[in-house]
């Protein structure tokens, strides 16, 4: 279970303050923009009226954000939210998905170690204690070891990331609402419909308990958002990693690995997209 040790950490001092950061999110998070941004290069660099497959695909999921966009925001409104939409979309995506690429390499790695075993070489070794302790002990020497170094982790494990992304749409949810609605009707929405809001009801206003009611129904909106994702992409790393320790690469940890990380990695983006599409709704 070497996936569970403690992240490791950097110290950086600034200011005469020091500080630990965990770099391997960091560095995931800018190999899935890097990532998104060859994807959309090689798709859209030779457009053509009949799409060639990697067109086609880009065109399936973004025709796919823009219908959900356009249904629940409508025609009007929801056609300049279908950019944002979607890139937050395909990154959620990708970034759930990333986690598989470093399991398909280390499987791919002993493949090759227990190919090269056959020879007569000593590339990997098997210590069987039981049907489930099934430990692989790989050499650090062969030309394929660094299948077994990619970083293992993928940025929306981080919750660090998953409340930056719940913040931008936080951000955007209210800019917009301030902006379609102006300022005094913006502010309106958090005084509640217990007081009216005229007159010399607005003498009511530090008295009124709906104010900060509707203020940590906002701010707790963020939290909930960024929680949900974190939670299910570090449960089902967990769940996949304990069973990967009692037998290592088999079919279960190969069917888990399909199942939380394609499967749920993508049923998680479409919640979270939903999620953003749903609380713009509610300031439009």
Not at 55 to 72: G, R
Not at 115 to 120: A, D, E, K, P, S
Not at 187 to 195: M, N
Not at 203 to 227: D, G, K, R, W
């Amino acid at each position: 279970m070497n996936n569970l040790a403690p992240p490791e950490l950097t110290t950086l001092s600034l200011l005469g303050h020091s500080f630990q950061i965990n770099f391997n999110p960091i560095f995931m998070t800018w190999v899935v923009m890097a990532l998104l941004l060859l994807m959309a290069y090689l798709a859209t660099r030779t457009l053509r009226s009949v799409p060639n497959t990697g067109q086609n695909l880009v065109e399936v999921v973004y025709d796919f954000v823009e219908d959900l966009t356009l249904t629940t925001l409508g025609q009007k409104e929801g056609k300049s939210f279908v950019p944002f939409i979607f890139t937050i979309f395909s990154f959620i995506l990708l970034a759930n998905w990333i986690g598989v690429i470093p399991n398909i390499a280390q499987l791919l790695g002993i493949v090759f170690a227990l190919i090269h075993n056959l020879f007569g070489a000593d590339s990997i070794q098997i210590a069987v204690d039981g049907i489930t302790q099934i430990n692989l002990v790989q050499s650090s020497g062969s030309w394929y070891s660094f299948l077994f170094k990619i970083p293992h982790e993928e940025p929306t494990r981080s919750v660090n990331t998953d409340l930056a992304i719940a913040l931008v749409v936080f951000i955007v949810v209210h800019f917009n609402g301030i902006w379609k609605k102006g300022i005094a009707h913006y502010l309106k929405g958090y005084w509640g419909d217990v007081i009216p809001c005229k007159g010399y009801w607005l003498l009511l206003a530090p008295v009124n308990i709906m104010i900060p009611l509707n203020i940590i129904s906002e701010l707790s909106s963020v939290i909930s958002h960024s929680f949900r994702l974190f939670g299910n992409i570090f449960g089902g790393f967990m769940i996949v990693t304990i069973v990967s320790s009692l037998v290592q690469f088999l079919a279960v940890p190969i069917a888990l690995q399909a199942f939380f990380g394609l499967f749920s990695g993508l049923v998680q983006a479409f919640v979270f997209t939903m999620l953003a599409i749903t609380y713009i709704g509610q300031k439009v």
